[in-house]
């Protein structure tokens, strides 16, 4: 079977890291047996401007074609209209570019299914595509779209259409589900499936087996994460400074990533007076990000807006106590007490006391990370690609019997 995957985000040499869990996704694919080609679809952006404009860096010298790991990669370059404004107008550009890109480089077809992955805008501009190929088409929800991307009349008939003509929208997690089923995605008939991401336990064993060392002192945090607001890193520093002036003893905190609030997390950090244990790394390769996780004792990301969150399998792979939050992503993940800690969104206090309870024991520590080692046995890639194999290979026969 050859699946077509569409997607916004996939690593590239200017940009290593970014949508890394889907070039895991689709070499788990590959191991499965099945053919797979992608197409990654930018927006338009001159590269002089993009070389100086550093949110847009990564779009400067994209090659038009490529291949990484033996998956063809073609790039699909389209007009994008800011702030989901004339949202038609993006969605039909990004078709439009995706099935130019397949004619101009006569991409090894006939595909079977087309998979998308996240709403805006490949999903939205699915339903033209899958037409035109005249193949079935699945989308895979990544992240809870904004809503205004839904909330005008054109954005809504669009997001309805993608669900409408889908043979399967897939959500990364429960939340993903509850917001899939409020756009009016019906779980009837199985259209509607929850399929978690997985983790690369092959390279965390490789990280774990190299002499990376451990921090000195006990109670060294570290968060991973794109820095947005929404990742909730501003409540850890409040936290551990509030721990800090009641004497809860603390070694240093380890930020890695980057993103626009980095500016004001650091001036946080100042004006709480804990700046000398703060590190902030900024953005690291992936090996590089996993041995800083392995290096520190307790792994800290009460992100409030979070579909699934690779990171917490990552972490408790490399045996590490993890806080997450409830009603998130990491709710399917954690078990409470028996894995790591869930506390309530955007609620220091109730943050501040499960640091506490891991930097005061860590023995209570070490126990929750030995469980999380197993539990993530459960998240492993291999298992999300049979899921997927089996799901199109459905859809494939459904498809081959309405001929």
């Known amino acids: 079977m050859h699946v077509l995957v569409i997607t916004p985000v996939y690593p590239c040499s200017g940009s290593p890291t970014e949508g890394l869990f889907n070039e895991q996704h689709a070499l788990a694919l590959t191991r499965a047996g099945l053919q797979v080609t992608i197409v990654v679809c930018k927006p338009w952006f001159s590269n002089p401007l993009a070389k100086v404009w550093r949110r847009y860096n990564a779009l400067a010298d994209l090659p038009q074609i490529e291949e990484r790991n033996g998956i063809p990669i073609v790039y699909a370059r389209y007009l994008h209209i800011p702030q989901y404004q004339l949202s038609r107008v993006t969605v039909t550009s990004c078709g439009r570019s995706i099935l130019q890109a397949i004619n101009r480089f006569n991409l090894h077809g006939p595909f079977d299914l087309l998979q998308a992955h996240s709403s805006w805008p490949v999903g939205l501009a699915s339903p033209a595509v899958a037409h035109a190929l005249n193949r079935p088409f699945v989308v895979t929800l990544h992240i809870q779209d904004e809503p205004r991307l839904y909330a005008s009349r054109k954005g809504l008939t669009l997001y309805r259409q993608m669900i409408e003509e889908a043979s399967a929208v897939i959500a990364v997690g429960s939340g993903l589900e509850r917001f899939a089923k409020e756009r009016g995605m019906s779980s009837e008939h199985g259209r509607l499936r929850v399929i978690p991401n997985g983790v690369d336990l092959a390279a965390v064993r490789e990280v774990l087996g190299e002499a990376s060392g451990k921090q000195n002192g006990w109670g060294n945090i570290i ?75 307790i792994f800290s990301l009460p992100s409030w807006q979070e579909a699934f969150g690779v990171v917490y399998l990552e972490a408790m792979a490399c045996g590490k106590a993890v806080i997450g939050c409830y009603g998130q992503g990491a709710e399917d993940i954690v078990r409470h007490g028996k894995d790591g800690l869930l506390v309530k969104p955007e609620n220091v206090d109730d943050l501040a006391s499960a640091i506490k309870q891991l930097v005061e024991s860590s023995e209570y520590a070490s126990k929750l990370g030995e469980s999380a080692k197993s539990r993530v046995q459960e998240f492993t890639w291999e298992y999300n690609a049979a899921q997927y194999k089996d799901l199109y290979e459905e859809i494939h026969s459904h498809s081959m019997q309405a001929v």
Request: aromatic share 6%; glycine share 10%.
């Open 223 to 297: 968060s991973v994460a794109n820095l947005w607001r929404i990742k909730g890193i501003d409540l850890n520093l409040k936290a551990l400074a509030h721990l800090g002036k009641v004497g809860i003893r603390w070694h240093t905190y380890t930020i890695v990533g980057d993103g626009p609030e980095r500016t004001r997390l650091e001036k946080l950090t100042k004006d709480l007076g804990i700046a000398n244990r703060v590190r902030f790394t900024g953005r690291l390769p992936h090996r590089e990000a996993l041995r800083e996780v392995a290096k520190a004792d």
